[in-house]
């Protein structure tokens, strides 16, 4: 079923993602689909949503107005009528290589393929204890009792194939709300045939129950059982940062997470500059142990719209209080700062901003219109906040900053504890739609909060699978005891070790060191990344 030259050697990468609206997962789909040659499995939950293909009869299958019962409506290129998705309906999205029907270079057997996905959802149901799931001549999906005079179909199906990639998937009714399904559409156009779902089949599973069956099967069915799973957090988190943390680390840091502090003339310099326009940096709010030798090379990251942030992140020193409003004359004084430093590589950072209606997207933008006025050969990066995945984002794209940077800031399982007004998805989603608008994309995490191995490993193939072309990669250091505390201080080979599995999967540069930040050798990065693009090109 896949490429005989990925099958053997490939693992199904296997992420259970949590709840995900449908446009976010679409953007990492896309991303995977065209980018990517990794095999992945994506699982999730999807809020209340319809969707429906090029070819769908809305007039006839679309019985309600959609906002009225909460729900999206969303256009999407498969085959297909409209169909929902919400709670309670586990949504697998298969991204796989597959073989040619014919020989090399010719199409995928898309039949072969789709027969593939129905049975790895007839058995599953049967594991499940459902014995009389099965294919229903005519139509699409599983059924329950197919041969009968009442089938009902329990399962969704509809994928797209092109050039060997797969992406959508299937639907499977957990314990989904079926009025959705039963008064507000015809799903998937078929009105004479009922829907169903395990729990009114009177199975009482859980998500993560039906989720560890699909899990194991795919593999077994895709990747002869090779599998690399991880998931987000099935549960809250506990509030108490100190709770079950069994922490053995001595207080007293390593010798390698000791920078040396030098308040030189250049450091005395930049730091003038910046109070003298009254800007603030990053550098100073967040504690960044690299101050002084970047600020000796005259360069310093610029945080904008204010110095108050709208999340409490388990990790971060930035004040939490609300903020205040944006300062309208603050992106010229940001400009007039980099014009004097002379900055061939400006920096712009931000605190999120959920209290404004674009997350601070047009004042950002407004900064780079002001930067390329007065100084048109800098580069500019903005490492920004998810804006909660909006449509806002493409305010910020439309001003095409030279590298776009959305930190993940650490791996799947932990992201509910470390940030949790943020997600792991949603921020792959933004990294996915900033590669697809065309631009250098950039994000990077932490190390000491307890993730493994696997999981760094995991979290670096998902980030080259949606297009990432920088990493950074730095131990985390805990502001104070109101945070996070450090799980373990990772010793500096594991710091290359990572930045050589990710260059090897297919990132262009990977920052990593035990006092890597976001921006530490921002212009290095952005100017190896360009020569190698350069390079592919000729």
């Not at 002869?224 to 079950?244: E, P, Q």
């Amino acid at each position: 079923m896949l490429r005989e030259d990925t099958q053997v050697a490939t693992k199904l990468n296997v992420r259970w993602l949590g709840k995900v609206p449908y446009r976010e997962a679409l953007a990492i789909q896309n991303a995977m689909f065209s980018q990517s040659s990794s095999q992945h499995l994506l699982l999730l939950e999807h809020p209340h949503v319809f969707t429906y293909g090029p070819s769908a009869d809305l007039d006839t299958n679309l019985k309600c107005d959609p906002k009225q019962v909460g729900a999206e409506l969303v256009k999407v290129n498969r085959g297909g009528d409209i169909t929902y998705h919400g709670p309670g309906q586990l949504i697998a999205y298969p991204i796989l290589s597959l073989e040619a029907k014919h020989g090399v270079g010719g199409p995928a057997d898309m039949q072969a393929y789709v027969c593939s996905v129905e049975q790895l959802v007839i058995d599953t149901l049967c594991e499940l204890g459902v014995t009389n799931a099965g294919r229903f001549d005519g139509y699409p999906g599983v059924w329950i009792d197919p041969k009968s005079n009442t089938p009902k179909k329990i399962c969704a199906i509809g994928v797209r194939v092109s050039r060997g990639r797969t992406m959508h998937g299937f639907a499977l009714n957990v314990s989904t709300d079926l009025s959705y399904m039963r008064d507000h559409i015809v799903p998937c156009g078929i009105s004479e045939y009922p829907v169903t779902s395990l729990d009114e089949l009177g199975v009482k599973v859980s998500l993560q129950q039906v989720v560890d069956v699909v899990a194991k099967l795919a593999a077994k069915l895709w990747t002869n059982g090779v599998i690399d799973r991880h998931d987000v957090s099935w549960t809250a988190v506990n509030k108490n940062l100190n709770a079950g943390s069994n922490i053995q680390i001595t207080e007293r840091k390593p010798e390698w997470l000791r920078p040396h502090v030098s308040h030189g003339a250049e450091v005395l310099a930049t730091k003038k500059t910046l109070r003298d326009l009254n800007l603030v940096t990053v550098c100073e709010e967040a504690g960044c142990p690299n101050l002084s030798e970047c600020w000796a090379d005259g360069t310093a990251t610029m945080m904008v719209l204010g110095e108050r942030c709208t999340r409490a992140c388990g990790f971060c020193l930035i004040d939490t209080r609300k903020p205040l409003a944006p300062d309208s004359n603050e992106p010229l004084r940001v400009a007039q700062a980099v014009l004097k430093m002379q900055l061939e590589h400006a920096v712009l950072t931000m605190v999120a901003r959920d209290d404004l209606a674009d997350g601070g997207m047009a004042h950002v933008a407004q900064c780079i219109r002001e930067i390329r006025k007065v100084s048109p050969d800098t580069r500019v990066e903005t490492l920004i906040s998810d804006v909660k995945g909006t449509d806002a984002l493409q305010v910020l794209f439309n001003e095409r900053p030279d590298v776009l940077n959305h930190n993940i800031e650490t791996v799947a399982r932990l992201q509910r504890l470390v940030r949790p007004s943020a997600g792991y998805a949603r921020s792959l989603s933004v990294l996915a739609r900033a590669h697809a608008a065309g631009l250098v994309t950039k994000s990077g995490f932490m190390l000491g909060l307890g993730e493994s191995k696997d999981e760094v490993e995991a979290t670096l193939i998902d980030l080259a699978s949606v297009g990432v072309q920088i990493v950074t990669i730095g131990q985390y250091l805990r502001p104070s005891v109101e945070h996070l505390p450090v799980v373990r201080w990772a010793d500096p080979t594991e710091f290359a070790d990572y930045a050589q599995f990710g260059e090897k999967i297919g990132i262009k540069h990977v920052e990593a060191s035990p006092l890597t930040r976001s921006s530490y050798h921002a212009k290095r990065a952005a100017e190896q990344t360009a020569s190698v693009q350069l390079v592919s090109i000729r």
